[in-house]
């Protein structure tokens, strides 16, 4: 019998007003008072700003920078998963450029309890139609499939970042490599948060796996954001979600559902296109 996994997703809200610095400040205080947890989330470009695109380049961090070195600080203090959401990552000039020579992703981290940075993922799908992230960012290349070893298990974990979820065949994909719990951070404006809301539960039925969506609250550079921030289970159940403004989403979840959910309908069996060579359990 597997205990339940404590999860909390922390929906941010920012405006224009508020330096890179005071924010980290301000997010780092709030997950150090957070009730105790076995995974924490943090939304999309929560420092950088999701739509602070002529500031990116400036404020662009390296993996080893401040950001990253305070939210494995915090993991390691507070003992829990922390999904750190997404940075501008700024590439060091010896390394690996990216096939458009701009050294600059956004990119997601994964802190271990232990205040390892366990794994990171840069995003694949970017969001702008040609401005924005495809005009700055470098497209990240690779799926990022990770173990989570909880306390009462350990469960296989699929990354995607915000635009990402309007392509199902990445997660299809993740699947496929075993994941059986999603996780999404998001810039997702109030304008479409039917489609974010859809979308994952959408993402969570097809794959019959967990979905963690953390989005971010306010409003900046004029755009409103759409918060409701939500946990989606295998069977499309949404058992948490917030509203539009800032809060945390604080949930308990069975680890076995999953397991259950493919074993009662065994959908995932019956594809006749792609892989089929998804595990009943979900777990590892």
């Known amino acids: 019998m597997y205990s339940p996994v404590r999860v909390s997703l922390v929906q941010v809200a920012y405006g224009d007003s508020e330096s890179l610095a005071d924010r980290v400040e301000?997010?780092?205080?709030?997950?150090?008072?957070?009730?105790?947890a076995d995974l924490v989330v943090l939304p999309e470009l929560?420092?950088?700003?999701?739509?602070?695109?002529?500031?990116?380049?400036?404020?662009?961090?390296?993996?080893?920078?401040?950001?990253?070195?305070?939210?494995?600080?915090?993991?390691a203090r507070r003992g829990f998963w922390l999904h750190g959401g997404s940075l501008?990552?700024?590439?060091?000039?010896?390394?690996y450029q990216g096939p458009e020579g701009r050294g600059l992703w956004n990119t997601a981290m994964l802190f271990a309890p232990d205040g390892e940075l366990r794994t990171t993922y840069r995003k694949i799908h970017r969001f702008g139609f040609g401005d924005g992230e495809p005009r700055l960012l470098e497209a990240g290349d690779q799926l990022t499939v990770t173990n989570i070893d909880f306390p009462s298990a350990a469960i296989d974990v699929g990354l995607g970042t915000c635009y990402d979820l309007r392509f199902p065949e990445?997660?299809?994909?993740?699947?496929?490599?075993?994941?059986?719990?999603?996780?999404?951070?998001?810039?997702?404006p109030l304008e479409r948060v039917e489609h974010w809301?859809?979308?994952?539960?959408?993402?969570?039925?097809?794959?019959?796996?967990?979905?963690?969506?953390c989005n971010t609250a306010g409003t900046?550079?004029?755009?409103?954001?759409?918060?409701?921030?939500?946990?989606?289970?295998?069977?499309?159940?949404?058992?948490?979600?917030?509203?539009?403004d800032a809060g945390v989403l604080s949930v308990e979840i069975d680890l076995e559902l999953v397991?259950?959910?493919?074993?009662?309908?065994?959908?995932?069996?019956?594809?006749?296109?792609?892989?089929?060579?998804?595990?009943?359990?979900?777990l590892a």
């Open 26 to 36: 301000r997010i780092v205080r709030q997950l150090e008072d957070l009730p105790d």
């Open 46 to 75: 929560w420092a950088h700003g999701g739509f602070a695109s002529d500031t990116w380049a400036a404020e662009a961090e390296p993996l080893s920078g401040d950001t990253v070195r305070r939210l494995a600080a915090v993991a």
């Open 88 to 95: 501008i990552e700024r590439a060091d000039e010896s390394t």
């Open 170 to 188: 990445m997660f299809r994909s993740l699947t496929d490599e075993g994941s059986s719990m999603l996780i999404v951070p998001a810039a997702w």
């Open 197 to 213: 809301r859809l979308l994952g539960r959408a993402r969570a039925v097809e794959n019959q796996s967990w979905m963690l969506q």
């Open 220 to 244: 900046h550079r004029g755009v409103t954001m759409g918060g409701h921030s939500q946990v989606i289970a295998p069977t499309g159940e949404v058992v948490g979600m917030l509203g539009p």
């Open 259 to 282: 397991m259950k959910t493919r074993n009662s309908f065994p959908v995932l069996q019956d594809r006749r296109l792609g892989s089929r060579t998804t595990a009943a359990t979900g």
